[in-house]
T-cell receptor, first 113, second 114 residues
């Protein structure tokens, strides 16, 4: 069975601090994909990144970076120099071979000015 | 430019009164999904269409139906809404099922039941 665990329910940081959101997944598939989505208060889910199981290269996009480690089944997301506009709920998700997208329960990030 | 459009943004209906939520897309994607998201929870997949092929999740209540008259449009019908159906309903599309294609979401319709 596919499972995604986001152990951090809520995180609060002060603006300009770095913050890491944890994601641990379980799957028996050898080919799978991992995603991060951002859900701001307005409600839409915004796609941030996709990683496939064969690509463990870390990725950086501006202030965002992702660390994928198959050895620990983790796909963590770091925001550097956080800003108030980063306040949102962040979902990690897993797509296996022939199964629907499975979401974690989300981490609510509050960035305080 | 909005690519997955959901109307209305907010919908209020009465207990037991049928309601229809709509979703349209300009991406020409093959797959369209409907999710239900309750407060402080992850989105839960209700069903999806792969072209005209309808795929219902096993635990989706019979009260929820869907129609996809063409590639661009998909509707969610709730035949007799109960108080427990109050939620955000999210429509999403992807270019293909599987192969790791990301899903692109609309802004959602927040449904309230009186």
């Amino acid at each position: 069975a596919q499972k995604v665990t986001q152990a951090q329910t809520e995180i609060s940081v002060v603006e300009k601090e770095d913050v890491t959101l944890d994601c641990v997944y379980e799957t028996r598939d050898t080919t799978y994909y991992l995603f991060w989505y951002k859900q701001p208060p307005s409600g839409e889910l915004v796609f941030l990144i996709r990683r496939n199981s064969f690509d463990e290269q870390n990725e950086i996009s501006g202030r965002y970076s992702w660390n994928f480690q198959k050895s620990t089944s983790s796909f963590n997301f770091t925001i550097t120099a956080s800003q108030v506009v980063d306040s949102a709920v962040y979902f990690c998700a897993l797509l296996g071979g022939n199964t629907p997208l499975v979401f974690g329960k989300g981490t609510r990030l509050s960035v305080i000015a | 430019d909005a690519m997955v459009i959901q109307n209305p943004r907010y919908q209020v209906t009465q207990f037991g009164k049928p309601v229809t939520l709509s979703c349209s897309q300009t991406l020409n994607h093959n797959v369209m999904y409907w999710y239900q998201q309750k407060s402080s929870q992850a989105p839960k997949l209700l069903f999806h269409y792969y072209d005209k092929d309808f795929n219902n999740e096993a635990d989706t209540p019979d009260n929820f139906q869907s129609r996809r008259p063409n590639t661009s449009f998909c509707f969610l019908d709730i035949r007799s809404p109960g108080l427990g159906d109050a939620a955000m309903y999210l429509c999403a599309t992807s270019s293909n099922r599987g192969f790791g294609q990301p899903q692109h979401f609309g802004d959602g319709t927040r449904l309230s039941i009186l």
